[in-house]
């Protein structure tokens, strides 16, 4: 595709329901990254991947959190058990091999709201 | 623990001031970015800075690595209304396992 394509846009959810948001890349882009942002605020690294496999995880919150990536391409964030913290944008971003020197191209994100 | 400090983190100016924002670390990063981001979209890549002491200029904006590679600044002249909008700096580098990390932003207004 042209860009990084996020969906939903916009997703609200009762507390404790799970959700799956989903993140396309553009093609071609090995590493893919999840980050979420509250509002007003700057961005907080989730997880990371290059190719399918996820050298760093450390940014996601807790064990209510997984990603997965398949085909080196499309990669799905879950939030089990969702929570009113857990309301925020959550922004995909790829770029064509690792983040060092290289431009990340970021999806307009989607908008989780937990009521 | 917040690893790249940005400041200010709220600037309203009128249109035509200068201003400058600061990003700093207590670590080294292989490169730096700085980001543009508005309202409802995601962050927009403005420049990338690699080597200690770099500056590099887009017309009104003017961006410095540090020599250390530990700090960078953007500068602003003569701002825009058009300028507004949150700005980001993200630091990349073996330290940082190879992921993009972020400030926490500044949030820039410029009124006409």
């Known amino acids: 595709g042209a860009g990084v394509s996020q969906s939903p846009s916009n997703k609200v959810t009762e507390k404790g329901k799970d959700v799956e948001l989903r993140c396309d890349p553009i093609?071609?882009?090995?590493?893919l990254y999840w980050y979420r942002q509250r509002l007003g605020q700057g961005l907080e690294f989730l997880i990371y991947f290059q190719g399918n496999s996820a050298p760093d995880k450390s940014g996601l919150p807790s064990d209510r959190f997984s990603a997965e990536r398949t085909g080196e391409s499309v990669s799905t964030l879950t939030i089990q058990r969702t929570q009113q913290e857990d309301s925020a944008v959550y922004l995909c971003?790829?770029?064509?091999?690792?983040?060092?020197?290289?431009?990340?191209?970021f999806g307009q994100g989607t908008r989780l709201t937990v009521v | 623990t917040q690893l790249l400090e940005q400041s200010p983190q709220f600037l309203s100016i009128q249109e035509g001031e200068n201003l400058t924002v600061y990003c700093n670390s207590s670590s080294v990063f292989s490169s730096l970015q700085w980001y543009r981001q508005e309202p409802g979209e995601g962050p927009v890549l403005l420049v990338t800075?690699?080597?200690?002491?770099e500056v590099k200029k887009l017309k009104r904006l003017t961006f410095q690595f540090g020599d250390a590679r530990k700090d960078s600044s953007l500068h602003i002249t003569a701002a825009q209304p058009g300028d507004t909008g949150l700005y980001l700096c993200?630091?990349?580098?073996?330290?940082?396992?190879?992921?993009?990390?972020f400030g926490q932003g500044t949030e820039l207004s410029v009124k006409p």
């Open positions: 971003a790829s770029s064509p091999s690792g983040p060092m020197n290289t431009e990340a191209f």
């Open positions: 993200a630091g990349a580098g073996y330290n940082q396992g190879g992921k993009l990390i």
């Open positions: 093609s071609g882009h090995t590493a």
């Open positions: 800075v690699v080597t200690g002491g």
